[in-house]
């Protein structure tokens, strides 16, 4: 059983950055990061396999940038240019099975992390 742990969230004006971390505590091959906000589906905004190939949700595209540090099992999001619409709760997922993760299908991927808060106000 994978866990994952999620840090970094907070609150921040519109245009503003932060940087989200989630710490696993074991190798797993894909890694991402979805969102719920008020009264909305947890929707996928970026994702990362092990060796590096990356996908983003079209909102996030250009602002926001996923990556890992496979030797400590940590999963990063940084999140530049902040928009009240990005408000929400963060959850780091994460799947042996890559295609879960490239496609955003919440309801197959295992492991999930306990969230953390983000929220941007204009």
């Known amino acids: 059983q994978v866990q994952l742990v999620e840090s970094g969230g907070g609150s921040v004006q519109a245009g503003g950055s932060l940087r989200l971390s989630c710490k696993a505590s074991e190798k797993i091959y894909a890694m991402g990061w979805f969102r719920q906000g008020p009264g909305k589906e947890r929707g996928g905004v970026a994702a990362?396999?092990?060796?590096?190939?990356?996908v983003y949700g079209e909102s996030v595209q250009g602002r926001f940038t996923i990556s890992r540090d496979n030797s400590e099992n940590t999963l990063y999001l940084q999140m530049n240019s902040l928009k009240p619409e990005d408000t929400g709760q963060y959850y780091c997922a994460a799947d042996s099975n890559w295609w879960w993760l490239r496609t955003f299908q919440a309801f197959r991927i295992r492991y999930w992390g306990q969230g953390t808060q983000v929220t941007v106000s204009s």
């Open positions: 990362i396999d092990r060796d590096g190939h990356k």
